[in-house]
Each structure stands twice: as C-alpha cells, then as structure tokens.
C-alpha cells in the first residue's frame, strides 16, 4: 500500500514542503542489504543467496521551495514484474535483476499519478535529481521528458551495474560538476537553489557517484540519502551492503554524515527503510554516540 507524508518547513524566504512516498515496495537478497565479507566476496555471497529481506519502500521526494519545486529520484514503475523487462541487458545483469529483487508496484504507485495527487504538474516542476542510476531510483523518468534532469557527472562516467536498456530514449540529463567543499563534513557538494538550503552532496560508497540533496530548513536539516545505506540502523552500526560498490568509500561517507550530525539536527531519510516517514513526521533527528 502507498504511504505519503507531507511536512511543511520554514525556509529563509517563505514556508515550503517535504513530500516523501512510496512507488511500491521491494523485497532484496538478505546477503544484498548486509554485507557478508569484503566488497568483492560480498557480491558473490549475495548471488548465492536464497534468503530475502521483508519488502522495503522505493521512495520519492519532492521539495517545494521558494525557488521552485524538486523532485529527488524517480521511483519504480509497474511494468518491472512484466517477465521480458530485463530482456535486452546481458545474461549477468538478467540474472541479477531477475533473482535478486522482488517488486511490488502497482501502475497507482508510480510517480505521476503520485505527484498528481498531491496536486503537482510537471510543468510546475523546475528539475528532476538523480541520487544514482539504478533501477529504482530512475524507472520513472518516462513521467518527466520535459523536465531538465540532474546526475552526478561522476555517476554518469562511471555508473555501477545500471541498465540503460531502460533509459527512456530521450533521456540525456544535465551532469553536475561537484565542487571541493572547505568543510570537513562532505568533501563536495553543489548548491541546487541560490540560498544554498538544497545541495546536492558527494556521499559514495554504494556507486562510486553517488550523491545525496541535504535539505536545510528554520528548525531541522534532512538528508534525502538514496542509498548510503537501505536503513538508519546500518548507519548508526557501521553496517555496509553487500550491493555497496566501494566498502571504503562507504565508511567515510559514514563518518560524514555523523560528523554533519553533531553539529546539526540532522533527520536521516534513506529511500529504503520502513520507518523513513515516521522519522519525517516525528522530525526524530540522527543521535551520534
């Protein structure tokens, strides 16, 4: 079933909102969200595994600023359980996609019908952000062709196990060139709106381009996360993912966030964890020990 939570927040120049729902729910290989080994014999092991997790949300997130309306990452769409969707990728991504992941995702699910709803056109719409490009997070893209779409440079360069039989035909999207932060929370990031309260911020780990959009409000900060990783609790243990690309990449990304968050009321917001919205309406903001 969708789950949809609105939040309205204080920006410098005016209120705004936090949309955060569900494009359906999927179930992953257990050895694919928890690591077994390092980042190659992880992979592997996951492979193997005939284990799966509980079904976990695919969620998008739209910001409604003052200086226009972002929607970050795009979802799943329905025709992912049709049996010939992975036909034209090769034999070994075939296998993943069809073994690994079990979809729930119904055509109401979707993000066009979901923006709909909460009352938004694409023409209301000022950019699409790509968090990374796997599946779940781009399989929605074809609701958005006259939208300007944003990705990582880097994640376009070097994308990790990413389908791009499935790109809508017209899809080329704007790649952004992170620049080096002086700080010591992230090391590169860049600024989405003129008054810098969205950026889009270098976290890799699960792909080498990974990024995530920090979302600075009056009262609280909020990190959209893609998949730094599929919980809050992986976070808080050091826990990585047997799908993260990079185990390295992945703890310093780690220890950014955790640094960010003792300084800042930072809410944690993954786009895999069951329990992301409630953290959202709760504003309930990551606790560094």
Not at 9 to 31: A, C, L, P, Q, Y
Not at 184 to 208: C, M, Q, R, Y
């Amino acid at each position: 079933m969708t789950r949809t939570f609105s939040k309205q927040v204080r920006f410098n120049d005016g209120d705004g909102m936090i949309h955060g729902f569900t494009t359906g729910m999927v179930k992953v290989k257990s050895k694919f969200r928890t690591a077994k080994g390092n980042s190659l014999t992880s992979k592997i092991r996951f492979l193997l595994d005939s284990e799966f997790t509980e079904y976990m949300p695919i969620m998008v997130w739209v910001i409604d600023h003052p200086e226009g309306v972002f929607v970050v990452d795009t979802g799943e769409n329905a025709q992912v359980n049709n049996n010939d969707y992975f036909d034209d990728e090769n034999f070994l991504l075939k296998y993943i996609n069809r073994k690994s992941f079990k979809f729930d995702v119904k055509p109401e699910d979707e993000v066009g019908p979901q923006l709909k709803n909460l009352g938004y056109s694409e023409r209301d719409l000022r950019s699409v952000i790509l968090t990374h490009l796997h599946i779940d997070h781009f399989d929605g893209l074809n609701y958005f062709e006259n939208t300007d779409i944003y990705v990582n440079q880097l994640e376009w360069d070097k994308p990790s196990s990413t389908l791009p039989s499935l790109y809508p035909k017209w899809f080329s999207p704007n790649k952004i060139q992170l620049k080096d932060k002086n700080k010591n929370h992230f090391k590169k990031s860049s600024p989405l709106v003129n008054s810098g309260e969205i950026e889009l911020i270098h976290t890799p780990g699960h792909t080498l381009g990974h990024c995530s959009v920090l979302v600075k409000t009056a009262e609280m900060h909020y990190l959209l996360a893609g998949d730094i990783t599929y919980n809050q609790s992986q976070l808080e243990n050091n826990i990585y993912a047997g799908g993260h690309q990079n185990f390295k990449l992945a703890q310093e990304t780690y220890n950014s966030v955790k640094r960010y968050a003792v300084n800042h009321k930072l809410v944690y917001l993954p786009s895999h964890d069951n329990l992301v919205l409630d953290r959202l309406e709760k504003n309930e903001y990551l606790k560094v020990k």
